[in-house]
Protein backbone atom coordinates (compact mmCIF):
# COMPACT_ATOMS: atom_id res chain seq x y z
CA UNK A 1 0.00 0.00 0.00
CA UNK A 2 0.86 3.58 -0.97
CA UNK A 3 1.46 5.42 2.07
CA UNK A 4 3.36 8.63 1.23
CA UNK A 5 5.24 9.73 4.08
CA UNK A 6 4.75 13.74 3.46
CA UNK A 7 0.74 13.02 3.62
CA UNK A 8 -1.35 14.00 6.62
CA UNK A 9 -2.96 10.72 8.10
CA UNK A 10 -6.50 10.76 9.79
CA UNK A 11 -6.36 7.34 11.01
CA UNK A 12 -10.23 7.55 11.77
CA UNK A 13 -12.83 9.18 10.28
CA UNK A 14 -16.59 8.70 9.14
CA UNK A 15 -17.27 9.51 5.33
CA UNK A 16 -14.85 12.25 5.10
CA UNK A 17 -13.00 12.60 2.30
CA UNK A 18 -9.40 13.42 2.27
CA UNK A 19 -8.55 17.15 1.30
CA UNK A 20 -5.30 17.39 -0.42
CA UNK A 21 -1.84 15.79 0.80
CA UNK A 22 -4.49 14.01 2.96
CA UNK A 23 -5.02 10.11 3.72
CA UNK A 24 -8.12 8.66 5.59
CA UNK A 25 -9.43 5.86 7.21
CA UNK A 26 -13.08 5.49 7.07
CA UNK A 27 -14.50 3.19 9.83
CA UNK A 28 -17.66 1.00 8.74
CA UNK A 29 -20.51 0.25 10.39
CA UNK A 30 -20.46 -3.07 9.61
CA UNK A 31 -24.89 -3.60 9.66
CA UNK A 32 -25.49 -1.21 6.67
CA UNK A 33 -22.37 0.74 5.42
CA UNK A 34 -20.65 0.13 1.70
CA UNK A 35 -17.64 1.36 -0.10
CA UNK A 36 -18.96 3.85 -2.25
CA UNK A 37 -16.18 6.20 -2.66
CA UNK A 38 -12.52 4.68 -4.35
CA UNK A 39 -9.67 6.13 -4.02
CA UNK A 40 -5.55 5.58 -3.31
CA UNK A 41 -6.04 7.73 -0.66
CA UNK A 42 -8.94 6.34 1.65
CA UNK A 43 -9.03 3.48 3.39
CA UNK A 44 -11.27 1.40 5.47
CA UNK A 45 -12.25 -0.74 8.48
CA UNK A 46 -15.33 -2.25 9.24
CA UNK A 47 -16.57 -3.60 12.39
CA UNK A 48 -19.85 -3.89 14.46
CA UNK A 49 -19.98 -0.73 16.60
CA UNK A 50 -21.00 -1.77 20.28
CA UNK A 51 -23.95 0.84 20.05
CA UNK A 52 -25.21 -1.61 17.45
CA UNK A 53 -24.13 -4.89 19.24
CA UNK A 54 -27.74 -6.41 18.77
CA UNK A 55 -27.93 -5.70 15.41
CA UNK A 56 -26.49 -8.20 13.96
CA UNK A 57 -26.63 -12.22 14.39
CA UNK A 58 -23.20 -13.49 15.36
CA UNK A 59 -23.62 -15.48 11.94
CA UNK A 60 -24.36 -12.29 10.50
CA UNK A 61 -21.27 -10.37 11.73
CA UNK A 62 -18.72 -12.83 10.89
CA UNK A 63 -20.23 -13.19 7.58
CA UNK A 64 -20.16 -9.75 6.61
CA UNK A 65 -16.62 -8.92 8.38
CA UNK A 66 -15.04 -11.71 6.87
CA UNK A 67 -16.82 -10.85 3.06
CA UNK A 68 -14.86 -7.30 3.17
CA UNK A 69 -11.28 -9.16 4.38
CA UNK A 70 -11.69 -11.56 1.69
CA UNK A 71 -12.34 -8.71 -0.92
CA UNK A 72 -9.03 -7.20 0.52
CA UNK A 73 -11.33 -4.35 1.09
CA UNK A 74 -10.57 -3.56 4.37
CA UNK A 75 -6.87 -2.64 6.32
CA UNK A 76 -8.41 -3.61 10.09
CA UNK A 77 -11.59 -4.80 12.21
CA UNK A 78 -13.39 -2.51 13.86
CA UNK A 79 -14.66 -0.25 15.31
CA UNK A 80 -15.49 -2.73 18.24
CA UNK A 81 -15.73 -2.62 22.16
CA UNK A 82 -17.41 -1.22 25.17
CA UNK A 83 -19.68 1.26 25.86
CA UNK A 84 -21.06 1.79 29.46
CA UNK A 85 -23.43 5.08 28.61
CA UNK A 86 -25.05 3.39 25.15
CA UNK A 87 -26.02 0.75 23.37
CA UNK A 88 -27.31 -2.69 24.86
CA UNK A 89 -26.16 -4.70 27.84
CA UNK A 90 -22.64 -4.91 27.97
CA UNK A 91 -22.62 -8.49 27.97
CA UNK A 92 -23.88 -8.52 24.29
CA UNK A 93 -21.43 -6.02 23.32
CA UNK A 94 -18.51 -8.38 24.92
CA UNK A 95 -19.96 -11.28 23.22
CA UNK A 96 -19.93 -9.13 20.05
CA UNK A 97 -16.41 -7.75 20.46
CA UNK A 98 -15.07 -10.94 21.63
CA UNK A 99 -16.21 -12.23 17.94
CA UNK A 100 -14.06 -9.37 16.34
CA UNK A 101 -11.28 -10.59 18.73
CA UNK A 102 -11.16 -13.76 17.17
CA UNK A 103 -11.81 -12.41 13.70
CA UNK A 104 -8.56 -9.75 13.62
CA UNK A 105 -6.54 -13.08 15.31
CA UNK A 106 -7.70 -15.32 12.62
CA UNK A 107 -6.53 -12.86 9.58
CA UNK A 108 -4.05 -11.28 11.42
CA UNK A 109 -5.50 -7.88 11.19
CA UNK A 110 -5.19 -4.80 13.69
CA UNK A 111 -8.26 -4.24 15.64
CA UNK A 112 -10.31 -0.52 16.12
CA UNK A 113 -11.11 0.30 19.50
CA UNK A 114 -14.02 1.81 20.79
CA UNK A 115 -13.81 2.25 24.35
CA UNK A 116 -16.01 4.86 26.68
CA UNK A 117 -15.88 4.18 30.53
CA UNK A 118 -14.41 0.43 29.72
CA UNK A 119 -10.97 1.17 29.59
CA UNK A 120 -10.28 -1.46 32.14
CA UNK A 121 -12.36 -4.16 30.53
CA UNK A 122 -10.85 -4.01 27.40
CA UNK A 123 -7.13 -4.34 28.62
CA UNK A 124 -8.35 -7.48 30.87
CA UNK A 125 -9.90 -8.38 27.28
CA UNK A 126 -6.84 -7.96 25.46
CA UNK A 127 -4.33 -10.04 28.00
CA UNK A 128 -7.02 -13.03 28.71
CA UNK A 129 -7.11 -13.28 25.17
CA UNK A 130 -3.44 -13.47 24.13
CA UNK A 131 -3.70 -11.42 21.32
CA UNK A 132 -1.08 -11.41 19.42
CA UNK A 133 -2.74 -8.65 16.80
CA UNK A 134 -2.26 -4.81 17.61
CA UNK A 135 -5.19 -3.20 19.29
CA UNK A 136 -5.68 0.83 18.62
CA UNK A 137 -8.02 2.56 21.19
CA UNK A 138 -9.39 5.26 18.78
CA UNK A 139 -10.19 8.94 20.49
CA UNK A 140 -8.54 8.24 23.19
CA UNK A 141 -8.96 10.81 26.46
CA UNK A 142 -8.07 8.71 28.99
CA UNK A 143 -5.55 9.62 32.12
CA UNK A 144 -1.64 8.90 32.12
CA UNK A 145 -2.11 5.74 34.39
CA UNK A 146 -4.30 3.73 31.53
CA UNK A 147 -1.99 5.08 28.75
CA UNK A 148 0.82 3.75 30.00
CA UNK A 149 -0.66 0.23 30.74
CA UNK A 150 -2.19 0.11 27.64
CA UNK A 151 0.93 0.83 25.70
CA UNK A 152 2.83 -1.52 27.81
CA UNK A 153 0.46 -4.29 27.00
CA UNK A 154 0.89 -3.21 22.70
CA UNK A 155 -1.94 -1.16 22.18
CA UNK A 156 -1.37 2.22 20.10
CA UNK A 157 -3.74 5.37 21.22
CA UNK A 158 -5.06 7.27 18.46
CA UNK A 159 -6.42 10.96 19.91
CA UNK A 160 -8.49 14.17 18.46
CA UNK A 161 -9.76 17.21 19.40
CA UNK A 162 -9.16 16.65 23.17
CA UNK A 163 -5.49 17.22 22.85
CA UNK A 164 -5.71 20.80 22.67
CA UNK A 165 -8.51 21.34 25.64
CA UNK A 166 -6.35 22.51 28.76
CA UNK A 167 -9.25 20.59 30.85
CA UNK A 168 -8.41 17.90 29.39
CA UNK A 169 -5.87 14.75 31.16
CA UNK A 170 -4.50 14.22 28.03
CA UNK A 171 -3.36 17.29 27.32
CA UNK A 172 -1.32 17.50 30.14
CA UNK A 173 0.91 14.72 29.35
CA UNK A 174 0.35 13.73 25.29
CA UNK A 175 4.29 14.98 24.67
CA UNK A 176 5.18 12.17 27.18
CA UNK A 177 3.92 9.45 25.63
CA UNK A 178 5.89 7.20 23.01
CA UNK A 179 5.58 9.14 19.45
CA UNK A 180 5.78 5.24 17.40
CA UNK A 181 2.38 4.62 19.56
CA UNK A 182 0.23 7.58 18.72
CA UNK A 183 -2.31 8.41 15.83
CA UNK A 184 -3.84 11.24 15.00
CA UNK A 185 -7.99 11.46 14.04
CA UNK A 186 -10.93 13.86 13.42
CA UNK A 187 -13.89 11.08 14.18
CA UNK A 188 -16.79 12.60 13.46
CA UNK A 189 -15.97 16.12 14.63
CA UNK A 190 -15.43 18.59 12.74
CA UNK A 191 -11.95 19.48 12.87
CA UNK A 192 -9.05 20.00 10.64
CA UNK A 193 -6.49 17.38 10.65
CA UNK A 194 -3.87 19.56 9.81
CA UNK A 195 -4.68 21.55 12.85
CA UNK A 196 -4.03 18.45 15.10
CA UNK A 197 -0.94 17.78 13.48
CA UNK A 198 0.06 21.62 14.42
CA UNK A 199 -1.07 20.91 18.21
CA UNK A 200 0.87 17.58 18.98
CA UNK A 201 3.76 18.25 17.13
CA UNK A 202 4.27 21.66 19.23
CA UNK A 203 3.62 19.11 22.20
CA UNK A 204 6.60 16.40 20.98
CA UNK A 205 8.99 19.16 20.04
CA UNK A 206 8.61 17.87 16.18
CA UNK A 207 8.78 19.72 12.87
CA UNK A 208 4.95 18.67 11.10
CA UNK A 209 7.48 17.42 8.52
CA UNK A 210 8.71 15.02 10.97
CA UNK A 211 6.05 14.12 12.72
CA UNK A 212 4.04 13.58 9.55
CA UNK A 213 6.55 10.50 8.86
CA UNK A 214 6.36 9.25 12.03
CA UNK A 215 2.96 8.73 11.77
CA UNK A 216 3.25 6.90 8.45
CA UNK A 217 5.79 5.11 9.81
CA UNK A 218 3.46 4.35 12.90
CA UNK A 219 0.76 3.26 10.15
CA UNK A 220 3.19 0.79 8.54
CA UNK A 221 4.15 -0.49 11.56
CA UNK A 222 0.31 -1.61 12.53
CA UNK A 223 0.14 -2.93 9.34
CA UNK A 224 3.24 -4.54 9.27
CA UNK A 225 4.50 -3.44 6.01
CA UNK A 226 7.81 -2.34 6.91
Known amino acids: MNFPEDFFLDF ?10 EIVIQSLFLQYDLITNTSDKIFFTAGLHPWHADQLSIEELKTRLEQFINSKSIIAVGEAGLDKLKGPDLDVQIEVFKQHIEIAEKYN ?17 KIESKSK ?19 KH ?13 KSRINHYLGELPIEKIFLETDDFNI ?7 YAARKFNMSIEDFKKQLIKNLKGLLNEQ
Do not use: C
Open 109 to 125: LPLIVHSVKAHNEILKL
Open 192 to 198: DIKYLYE
Open 154 to 166: GFYLSVSKHINNE
Open 12 to 21: HAHQRMPAEK
Open 133 to 151: VPWVIHHFNGGKQIATEFI
